[in-house]
């Protein structure tokens, strides 16, 4: 099925199938002083919800929302304050108990790129620096940009982009596979993982595809799975990528290309945003090339499938963006598309989006997951809409109703589009995450963090997003 809901640009809809706040949980996450965009994400565990942003990392008391400790990305990755680490992904995982993250690190600018990865030694960390594991996967000239993380049973699955470190030109996408570490609260050495690396990912035409992104397994399967677009677009397909394990060696298996058609799409145009007091006119805001950039997979107990659930920002028509998500079953040799449908309206920007479902698993506890929760940013000057946080949940395969998350104060700009010609770097991605242990009966909860426009009138020098993070009920 594909349909359109038209979203709220305004307040919130009202009834009582709107997704909810949860214990009032709706708190400021983290800000930084010195890049954008914030490539805001996060991650909800039993007694932790984990939020990183472009050189920060912040561990927040999942009941109160108070923030237990703060670092920089470098002390979470363990590496030197002079390296430069960004684009991070932090997952929670139900079978192992701990919380795993990835960045990219740049340690020579033409030279040594790497991957930076670890866990947490348990899943309660109460700071970004002892309490973790931190390890490094180098690549050389090779750069792995925009790194997503996801799992299987055995694996840490990350996928990347590839570009040549001296010149900025594309390369390839690529799939790296590290086994998860043994249980216990030591850091293994490095030599203990089995990794296994997948170079230059291609559809079944031959052509190369865009922005691999592997799901945070819910319930855990031996199998991952993996989701990217086609480097060229138009397109009206989706490509699906299996990480197995080799029973005899330990290391992963990189399955081929199987195709899921979709209702076609395009890359977005830039949204626009209201003027700034005086009538000066505003600059654009980026929202992506309609890349996937995250995805969850659990079970729906609805439809009885193993489903996996992604989404990216599509053109909407010549006047807008619009979000695309998907419930797809990956696992036949043609994945089968369950679910796609479009947030829209016209002159208005929907983008920058995340999903999840409602499961929750933690331990033998395995409920919920027939709901679904995703928030995005919406702008629009046509509609006076200034860059702002929106959710929407279904419930029981039912349409979809809004909440307005938070609103944004007024226009966006930064140091990144100083005139009203440039292009605001937005966030390249946002975070939806279930909570393994929901506080309310009969409905699970979505915890998500994203950003807005969080002061009035910004000076064109200075670094003006801001984050929220919040737990909502379908």
Not at 40 to 53: D, P
Not at 432 to 445: K, S, V, Y
Request: proline share 8%; glycine share 10%.
């Amino acid at each position: 099925m594909d349909e359109t809901a038209r979203a709220t640009v305004g307040n919130a809809l009202t009834g009582p199938a709107n997704p909810s706040v949860v214990g009032g949980l709706n708190f400021a996450g983290l800000t930084d002083n010195t890049g954008s965009p914030p490539d805001t994400t996060g991650a909800i565990g039993t007694t932790r919800f984990v939020q990183l942003v472009n050189r920060r990392a912040g561990i927040f008391n999942r009941t109160t929302g108070a923030l237990i400790s703060s670092g920089t990305l470098n002390q979470l990755a363990g590496v030197a304050s002079t390296v430069n680490s960004f684009d991070p992904q932090i997952i929670w995982d139900p079978t192992t108990n701990r919380f795993y993250y990835t960045m990219a690190s740049i340690h020579s600018p033409l030279s040594d790129s790497r991957l930076s990865f670890g866990f947490s030694r348990t899943g309660s960390p109460l700071n970004v620096t002892t309490d973790w594991c931190h390890y490094q996967i180098r690549f050389g000239r090779r750069f792995p940009d925009y790194p997503k993380l996801g799992d299987s049973q055995f694996f840490l699955i990350i996928g990347v982009n590839s570009f040549d470190l001296v010149t900025d030109n594309f390369i390839a996408s690529d799939l790296i596979g590290i086994s998860k570490p043994v249980t216990g609260t030591t850091c293994p050495a490095a030599s203990t993982f089995k990794v296994g690396r997948k170079l230059n990912l291609l559809n079944s035409s031959g052509s190369q595809v865009f922005t691999p992104v592997p799901a945070n397994q819910i319930d855990t399967a031996a199998t991952g799975y993996v989701v990217a677009r086609n480097l060229s677009l138009p397109s009206n397909r989706l490509w699906f990528y299996s990480v197995a394990r080799n029973s005899s060696t330990g290391f992963p298996i990189f399955g081929g290309p199987r195709g899921a058609t979709v209702a076609a799409y395009a890359s977005p145009p830039n949204a626009t945003q209201p003027n700034f007091p005086g009538g000066v006119v505003a600059p654009t805001l980026d929202t992506l090339d309609a890349r996937p950039t995250q995805a969850v997979q659990a079970i729906d107990p609805r439809l009885r499938t193993f489903s996996f659930w992604t989404q990216h920002t599509i053109a909407n028509g010549s006047t807008g963006s619009a979000v695309r998500w998907y419930e797809i079953n990956p696992v036949p040799a043609t994945p089968v598309v369950q679910r796609q449908a479009n947030i829209a309206s016209p002159n208005v920007f929907y983008f920058n989006a995340a999903i999840s479902p409602d499961r929750r698993v933690d331990g033998a506890t395995r409920t919920f997951g027939n709901n679904f929760v995703i928030e995005y940013n919406v702008s629009s000057r046509a509609a006076n809409v200034s860059p702002r946080i929106v959710a929407g949940s279904s419930v029981n395969g039912a349409a979809l109703t809004f909440l307005l998350v938070r609103n944004g104060v007024g226009p966006y700009r930064d140091f990144t589009c100083t005139t009203a010609s440039s292009v605001c770097r937005w966030g390249d991605y946002s975070g939806a995450t279930p909570d393994p242990r929901p506080t309310l009966a009969g409905r699970g909860q979505v915890w998500g963090t994203n950003q807005f426009s969080g002061i009035l009138n910004p000076p064109v020098n200075g670094v003006n997003w801001r984050t929220r993070i919040f737990n909502l009920a379908p």
